[in-house]
C-alpha cells in the first residue's frame, strides 16, 4: 500500500472538470468520476477481484486484490495517468513481492532511452512498452509527468 503522486492535469481526458455548486453536487460528481476510473480498470483486461474506486478532491482510492505485482502497478498507474487525478491511495493487495521500480518521465526522454538508463541497453525499450500496456498504445507515445513501470528484467 501507498500513495502514489501524478500530475493532474496531464494524461487520459476520461474525467472531465465540473464545477459544481453544493456538497450534492460535488458527491454525485465524485461518484461519476469514480464510475467512470472503475470501468477503465474494468475494461483493460488486467485481473483484479472486489475492484472498489473511490473519488473525492483529485484523490483516488482503489481497493481490490491481483495475483501479480505487474497488475497492481499497472492499475495504479493506469488510473494515476488520467487528468484530473492527483493522487492514488494504493490499497491493492497481492501476494508476490515488488519486482520493477516506477520512473517519471522527463523533457527529452524516449523508451529507448529509459532502457538504456534501467538496462544499459536501449534495444530493450519494448520491455517498458509491454510493461506498461494497455496504458501505452504507441512506444513512441509518451509524454513529460507520465509514471512508467520499469520491471526487473
Do not use: C, W
Not at 534501467?118 to 501505452?136: R, S, T, V
Amino acid at each position: 500500500m501507498g500513495l502514489f503522486s501524478f500530475l493532474k492535469n496531464v494524461g487520459r481526458k476520461d474525467i472531465a472538470e465540473t464545477k459544481e455548486s453544493d456538497a450534492a453536487d460535488i458527491a454525485a460528481a465524485n461518484s461519476r468520476k469514480a464510475k467512470l476510473l472503475e470501468d477503465i480498470v474494468s475494461g483493460s483486461g488486467l485481473g483484479v477481484e472486489n475492484l472498489s474506486v473511490d473519488y473525492s478532491d483529485e484523490k483516488v482510492t482503489i481497493y481490490g486484490q491481483t495475483e501479480s505485482i505487474d497488475d497492481k502497478e499497472k492499475l495504479i498507474l493506469m488510473v494515476g495517468n488520467v487528468d484530473g487525478v492527483g493522487t492514488v491511495d494504493d490499497r491493492i493487495s497481492v501476494v508476490t513481492p515488488p519486482q520493477s521500480t516506477f520512473h517519471e518521465v522527463q523533457s527529452g526522454e524516449s523508451l529507448s532511452k529509459i532502457a538504456k538508463k534501467y538496462y544499459g541497453d536501449p534495444m530493450k525499450y519494448m520491455a517498458i512498452f509491454e510493461a506498461n500496456q494497455p496504458m501505452l498504445s504507441d512506444p513512441d507515445k509518451i509524454y513529460v509527468g507520465q509514471q512508467l513501470r520499469i520491471p526487473n528484467l
